[in-house]
């Protein structure tokens, strides 16, 4: 749809003076996504890779744990001024027998920092409802391959270097093999994206790959992982102190400020081994 960067104009002002000039966006967008004809979330997020968008999300709410509880995803009747479609609106069908749990009907309604749903409560409600539990699986990593795989995420981060306006996510391999990365201006809508590619790919559980972003890890990020299996989330930056507990109760590794040769590691320090 190429409607994934914009142009604009901007005054950038510089010792050496002011100068007009176009300047490239990351384009922004709502995009509904309805299970049957009905309405179940909203989110802003940059149009491209919708579709596994939508199977990400509902992976990570639980609804679904494989490619098969979804029928068909068909954009619908989102239209502009001028009648055509906007691609905004996304319709989900569900396969016979498949459920949405109680409560469905905003982004994130496991949990958000919203939602006055918090602490223990929040921890238990990710814990039970995840298919693929992280602590049942105890995959090692290197040391060396995890402290490489930011710098392949950001060769591979096309529109942030046009826009510097994106966060992106990608899956590795335990050794460091990259195998997709997907960028958002949402953090977790990037997430969603590559989870729902991974999903589409029939790759889930994620229970031989680590997931690493752009920024920092906040507890809906971590919670993302342990509800696709994944057992190894890397952060370029900071972890949220609610990230850290909830990886702590689920057993996902998770490691922060993971720049260089050098990490910071909050929980499952024992999936780690010493290069070669």
């Excluded at 609804?63 to 996304?90: F, K, M, P, Q, S």
């Excluded at 930011?150 to 590795?172: E, S």
């Amino acid at each position: 749809m190429g409607r994934v960067t914009a142009r604009r104009p901007v005054l950038r002002i510089t010792p050496e003076g002011r100068v007009r000039r176009p300047d490239t966006l990351a384009v922004e967008e709502p995009l509904e996504i309805r299970l049957d004809g009905r309405s179940l979330t909203v989110t802003m997020r940059t149009p491209g890779h919708d579709v596994e968008l939508a199977h990400g999300f509902l992976l990570a709410e639980g609804i679904i744990g494989h490619r098969d509880d979804i029928v068909t995803v068909r954009y619908c009747d989102g239209v502009d001024e001028t009648g055509a479609n906007t691609y905004n609106v996304l319709d989900v069908t569900l396969a016979a027998g498949v459920t949405v749990p109680d409560g469905a009907g905003a982004r994130n309604f496991v949990t958000t920092s919203a939602c006055g749903v918090c602490g223990k409560e929040s921890l238990d409600r990710v814990r039970t409802r995840s298919r693929f539990p992280s602590a049942a699986h105890t995959p090692a990593v290197t040391v060396d391959a995890l402290a490489s795989m930011p710098d392949a995420l950001r060769g591979r981060q096309k529109v942030f270097d046009t826009t510097g306006g994106l966060h992106a996510a990608g899956l590795f391999t335990l050794d460091g093999v990259l195998l997709e990365v997907r960028e958002d201006v949402g953090r977790h809508n990037a997430v969603d994206k590559v989870l729902g590619w991974a999903l589409t790919e029939n790759r889930v559980p994620l229970t031989d790959t680590v997931l690493i972003v752009s920024g920092r890890a906040s507890f809906e990020l971590a919670q993302k992982a342990v509800m696709a299996g994944v057992p190894v989330l890397g952060a370029v930056s900071a972890p949220s102190s609610l990230a850290v507990d909830l990886a702590a109760e689920a057993g996902l590794t998770l490691v922060g400020f993971l720049r260089g040769g050098t990490m910071n590691v909050y929980s499952g320090a024992d999936r780690l081994e010493s290069g070669a």
